[in-house]
C-alpha cells in the first residue's frame, strides 16, 4: 500500500517590490518550523501580519508541504 508521512510545513510570502529599472521585483520569503495542524486562516493571518510590518506589498501566500510517500509492502 502506497502511504505518506507528513515531514515539514513551510510558509511562503511573496512580495511585490515595484518596478525598479524597468522590471518589476517580486521576491519569496520563507519561515520554516509550521506545525502540521495550522489551519489555513491561521497561515494566511500570520503572513499578513509578517507582511504588514514590511514595505513591499504582500501578492500571496503559501503553504509547502514536504510528504514522504512510500510503498509500506502490504
Not at 500500500?1 to 510570502?13: C, P, Y
Not at 518589476?24 to 520563507?30: F, L, M, R, Y
Not at 509550521?34 to 503559501?62: C, F, N
Amino acid at each position: 500500500m502506497i502511504v505518506s508521512e507528513f515531514l515539514s510545513n513551510k510558509l511562503v510570502t511573496r512580495l511585490n517590490h515595484g518596478f525598479i529599472d524597468g522590471k518589476e521585483v517580486i521576491k519569496n520569503k520563507s519561515y520554516g518550523n509550521i506545525k502540521a495542524d495550522a489551519s489555513l486562516p491561521d497561515l494566511m493571518a500570520v503572513g499578513v501580519a509578517i507582511t504588514g510590518l514590511q514595505l513591499p506589498a504582500l501578492e500571496e501566500v503559501r503553504r509547502i508541504q514536504e510528504d514522504l510517500i512510500f510503498d509500506d509492502g502490504q
